[in-house]
């Protein structure tokens, strides 16, 4: 599987702090963003998988829901996590 219990811990300790800090904002926005770029590079091989497109529209939709939720609580946390994710705004 490409997500192991090792890569999401390496996620969150990268971005939330610490590997147990699972419900962090930038964590949870950090782990959505490598699945969202595991999602389309399948789509780039399998055009007709509209189950997975489906998934990936709903990662996004969630994503950009955690994106505004920081950016209403804290701007500098926003500007941060955009800037070393490379995500647009």
């Known amino acids: 599987m490409y997500l192991s219990k090792e890569v999401k811990a390496d996620i969150f300790a990268k971005h939330?702090?610490?590997?147990?800090n699972t419900g962090s904002a930038e964590g949870q926005i950090a782990l959505?963003?490598?699945r969202i770029n595991h999602l389309t590079e399948h789509l780039k091989r399998n055009r007709h998988d509209y189950n997975t497109e489906r998934s990936l529209v709903k990662l996004?939709?969630?994503?950009?829901?955690l994106l505004d939720y920081l950016k209403k609580k804290d701007i500098n946390r926003y500007r941060e996590i955009i800037k070393v994710l490379g995500i647009r705004k």
């Open 16 to 20: 939330g702090g610490k590997a147990e």
């Open 32 to 34: 959505f963003s490598f």
């Open 60 to 65: 996004v939709g969630k994503r950009r829901a």
